[in-house]
């Protein structure tokens, strides 16, 4: 007599192996840094990001500010932004006004003193996410290069 049914369930969690901090950055952040939802705060004066893969990001909107990868923020060709100059920025300045999408690849914020000019794209919403996970992750993604050193003049035995 045979009896027992088998339990057809196969719980497979494969997809939440990929979090380990070792993928192939280029592949993995790609994909990841899709967003599902975005939504501007005006009065928290804040960004969310839903991403696809189900993480969460929140911005406040001044951090974000900081973040405007624009030419005249950043500067160029080897010379320093206006926000490399650490300047004090008004309330004006990081007043979120609209967010609006480019593409299929970043936002433009207008802010209260008429700076729209940065595109911010997916990835780097991403790569910056402030939230705590993803602190230590960028943390422990650069590590302090000790223990390899490998040497340079290593002497050689085979001499022919
Ligand atoms: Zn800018
Ligand atoms: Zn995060």
């Avoid at 008004?90 to 609209?98: G, P, Y």
């Avoid at 919403?125 to 422990?140: F, G, H, I, K, Q």
Wanted: hydrophobic content about 35%.
């Amino acid at each position: 007599m045979t009896s027992g049914p088998r339990e057809p369930r196969e719980t497979r969690f494969a997809a939440r192996a990929y979090n380990r901090g070792v993928e192939p950055p280029s592949v993995a952040i790609a994909s990841a840094a899709i967003p599902a939802r975005i939504h501007a705060d005006r009065e928290a004066r804040t960004v969310a990001i839903e991403w696809r893969d189900g993480h969460a990001t929140l911005y406040d909107a001044a951090d974000l500010r900081w973040l405007c990868p624009c030419a005249y923020c950043r500067g160029e060709a080897g010379l320093p932004g206006w926000l490399d100059s650490a300047p004090t920025l008004t309330a004006e300045q990081t007043r979120l006004v609209d967010i609006a999408l480019v593409g299929q690849y970043a936002v433009a914020p207008t802010w209260g003193d008429g700076h729209h000019t940065g595109y911010y794209t997916f990835r780097l919403l991403r790569d910056r996410c402030p939230c705590e996970s993803c602190r230590t992750a960028r943390a422990s993604a650069h590590p302090a290069p000790t223990g390899s050193r490998h040497d340079e003049h290593a002497p050689s035995k085979e001499d022919r």
